[in-house]
């Protein structure tokens, strides 16, 4: 009869101590048995341990990569646009330009069903962020194409 031992199977620490416990067994399967747990357990703690691995890798931050350094030099710019179409009393437009420093101003501009025009000017500047003007025409103006 195999010896009982009372310490739980969670606590086993080696292969050693498994086979101890199963000394008393004469039988060589018991003991083949044992190992083959042993085995597997140890397979079963890498596997378990190289997909954490990899989660806890894949799940790092990417913020890296979509911020500007602060040795990058803005690229100057300008453009412009403008929608201008009378039997849909469709009139819109934009212009805006950025410096090599990082400021960037802009001005957009839309005719309201109401036949007023609305003005956005804005500015945009280092740490200050989007800056907007709005005014509004006083006198609704008849577009008609």
């Known amino acids: 009869m195999a010896h009982v031992y009372a310490r739980p199977h969670h606590m ?8 101890d416990i199963v000394e008393d067994d004469p039988s060589t399967s018991t003991r083949e048995i044992a190992r083959q747990i042993m ?3 140890k397979t079963l703690s890498i596997i378990v341990n190289f ?10 931050p990417q913020f ?8 990058d030099i803005p690229t100057p710019y ?16 934009k212009s805006e ?18 036949g007023r025009l609305m003005t956005v000017d804005y500015t945009v500047d280092g740490e200050s962020g989007y800056l907007p003007r709005v005014t509004f025409s006083n006198q609704p103006v008849a577009l008609q194409g």
């Open 51 to 60: 997909t954490i691995l990899v989660v806890l890798t894949s799940a790092a």
């Open 12 to 19: 086993l620490q080696t292969e050693e101590e498994v086979l």
């Open 97 to 114: 330009n950025g410096d090599g420093v990082g400021r960037v101003t802009g001005s957009y501009y839309v005719y309201l069903p109401d």
């Open 78 to 93: 300008d453009y412009q646009y403008k929608v201008e179409n009378p039997p849909t009393n469709t009139f819109y437009g």
């Open 64 to 71: 890296l990569q979509q911020r500007q350094l602060p040795n």
């Open 39 to 41: 085995s597997l357990t």
